[in-house]
Each structure stands twice: as structure tokens, then as C-alpha cells.
């Protein structure tokens, strides 16, 4: 036990040898330190801290050039949106204009094409009534296309009796015409 012991205090010898040198050294550097930290500060002054009442204005301050700053923003953006309602009333009329054109188109279009259908349904009449060797000597000098449009319009015995009459080989390119007429319509 006494090496134990013996152990012990060397140990607790070199610990406290250990410690007054860390405080030799800690006393030696604070000198230098403090020096240090002393010229600094006479090189630096002190900055005073603002008043309580500097800082109130300072404040305000930041606050009524951030509120001039959003003012400005919404007078832009006011006049942007005023643009635009501006911009769409004029499409909007542009639209309602265009909306009154097509329909002016549309009804000037219905009106021919009723008009054209009234005409050839007239003339098909006429032609139905006429006498059969009048009409086919008429037809003879239709191009095949034109005379098959009012062949299929007419009742089927004046037809029959108009093409009965014709050369054959136009009353063949009428007939062939008015066969094709429907071949390539969709089936399904």
C-alpha cells in the first residue's frame, strides 16, 4: 500500500506543478492582453448608443419611404389595371364587332344559297314541263356535270323521257355521273 500511496502523491505533485505552470503562463500573457485591448480602444471611440428617440425616428423614417415605395407601386399598378380595363372594352367591342360581321356573312350566305336553290328549283320545273324533245335538245348542250344536277332534281318521268331522248353516249356520262355522285360518301 505504501507504493500506492507513494504513487498518489507523485501524481498529485506533477498535477499541481502542471497548474502553477498554466497560471504562470496565464498571468504572463495577460498583460499583453490587456495592453492590447487598451490601445484599441483609444484607437476606436466608442460609439454612443442611439436614443430611444433617435431610434423611434429612425424607424418612422424607414417606415414613410417603405409606405412612399408602396404608394408609388399602386398608383403602377392602378394604371396598369386601368389599361387593361381600357384594353378589354376595346376587344370586347372589336369582339361584338366581328360576332355582327360574321353573322351579316352568314345571313348574306344563307340568302344566296336559297336564292340559288329557289333558282334551279324554278328552272327545274321549267324544265320538267317542257316538252321531252325541246328539253333533250337543250340538255345535248349541257356540259354532263351541269345536266346531271337537274336530272336528279326532276320527277323521274320527266328524267326518263329527257334522257330516253338523248345521244347515248351523253345520256352514258350523265347516268355515270349521277351514279358516282354519292360513291365516296362515309357508309358507317
Known amino acids: 500500500m505504501a507504493v500506492v500511496k507513494g504513487q498518489k502523491q507523485v501524481l498529485v505533485t506533477v498535477a499541481f506543478l502542471l497548474l502553477m505552470s498554466g497560471g504562470v503562463r496565464i498571468a504572463i500573457g495577460m498583460g499583453p492582453a490587456m495592453a492590447i485591448a487598451e490601445a484599441r480602444a483609444e484607437e476606436q471611440p466608442m460609439q454612443q448608443e442611439p436614443k430611444p428617440a433617435e431610434n423611434v425616428d429612425l424607424v418612422l423614417s424607414a417606415l414613410n419611404e417603405r409606405e412612399e415605395r408602396i404608394s408609388e407601386r399602386e398608383l403602377a399598378i392602378d394604371d396598369r389595371l386601368r389599361a387593361l380595363s381600357v384594353a378589354e372594352e376595346e376587344l370586347s367591342e372589336r369582339l361584338s364587332e366581328l360576332q355582327a360581321a360574321e353573322d351579316s356573312l352568314l345571313a348574306a350566305l344563307a340568302l344566296s344559297e336559297t336564292a340559288n336553290d ?17 328539253a333533250v335538245g337543250l340538255f345535248e348542250q349541257m356540259a354532263p356535270e351541269f345536266a346531271s344536277g337537274f336530272l336528279v332534281r326532276m320527277q323521274p318521268v320527266a328524267a326518263a323521257n329527257i334522257m330516253a331522248g338523248l345521244d347515248p353516249q351523253t345520256a352514258y356520262s350523265v347516268s355515270a355521273i349521277i351514279a358516282g355522285r354519292n360513291a365516296n360518301a362515309p357508309t358507317q
Do not use: F, G, S, W
Open 118 to 134: 329557289q333558282d334551279i328549283a324554278r328552272l327545274t320545273v321549267v324544265y320538267e314541263n317542257m316538252k321531252p324533245a325541246d
